[in-house]
């Protein structure tokens, strides 16, 4: 059951999937509509949009003007570690990882998330967002997008154990082969710092991430949430023509991407340490 604070975080995500549809709709430098504006279309109170609103303003993707209003901020500019179609290996990390699901149901995807998907608007997806826990402790927020005609039977308990990728092989032949993934700092919310035990505003890691299946199908759209006090990502670069592959264990744990099939790749290979606090 999901408790009334974890549906307030849930209710915040969706008002931020609702704006970034909106920034992308829109040119830099555009104007959006104001807060009253928005809670109306909405049907949200001014505290949950104006959560939302800041946590764009943090990353860089709205711009507050005083007495003017809010506008879309200018493009951010986007370097690749490696280019080409063998550029990442999935990232470890230490600890004994869980997970504890806040939220699980059944949704349209909407424009923003079926664009990523490729699938209709209105196409069913299911919608999990999960409190990942390393060694107990909080350590991320995850809300997963997967389309729902691709994980028929799939139940809460199948998300808090094991490993998803593992799971749509095993259960439903699916074999994911890439992902495409981007890293950005951010700060952390009032409801996400509560959920993972941290200050409000606290550093943090915002992962997005789209993965295909070995067909070139997407089958999952995710962002999380990572604390930034415990996390530290190391990037390992080989500069030469081959880069050797290192068989990962499938009980290690990837920031921002579960363990899955593509550790057998060959790829620029990303560590992820868990720090301890301090």
């Excluded at 005083?66 to 470890?92: C, N, S």
């Amino acid at each position: 059951m999901v408790s009334e604070p974890s549906r307030s975080a849930v209710k915040r995500e969706r008002v931020r999937d609702y704006l970034m549809e909106l920034v992308e709709s829109c040119a830099p430098g555009d104007p959006i509509p104001s807060e009253r504006t928005l809670c109306e279309q909405l049907g949200v109170s001014r505290p949950t949009l104006r959560s939302a609103v800041d946590e764009l303003v943090t990353t860089g993707l709205l711009v507050r003007e005083h007495g003017r209003g809010m506008f879309v901020a200018r493009a951010k500019i986007t370097q690749e570690l490696a280019p080409g179609p063998d550029a990442y290996r999935l990232p470890q990390a230490s600890g004994s990882w869980a997970s504890k699901v806040l939220e699980f149901t059944t949704v349209q995807a909407g424009a923003r998330v079926g664009r990523r998907l490729h699938i209709s608007p209105a196409a069913e997806i299911t919608y999990i967002a999960r409190l990942r826990l390393v060694d107990d402790e909080p350590m991320a927020i995850e809300y997963l997008h997967v389309p729902a005609a691709l994980v028929p039977g799939l139940r809460p308990e199948d998300m808090e154990s094991g490993d998803f990728y593992d799971f749509l092989r095993e259960r439903h032949g699916v074999r994911v082969r890439e992902a495409v993934q981007s890293i950005e700092p951010t700060v952390t919310n009032e409801e996400e710092a509560r959920l993972i035990g941290v200050p409000v505003l606290s550093p943090a890691l915002l992962f997005e991430r789209l993965t295909k299946d070995s067909t070139g199908r997407p089958v999952e759209y995710v962002h999380s949430v990572y604390r930034g006090d415990r996390y530290r990502i190391v990037s390992r670069l080989a500069l030469g023509d081959t880069v050797p592959a290192t068989p990962l264990s499938a009980a290690q744990h990837h920031p921002g991407i579960p363990p899955g099939d593509l550790a057998s790749r060959r790829e620029v290979l990303t560590t992820g340490d868990v720090q301890p606090g301090s």
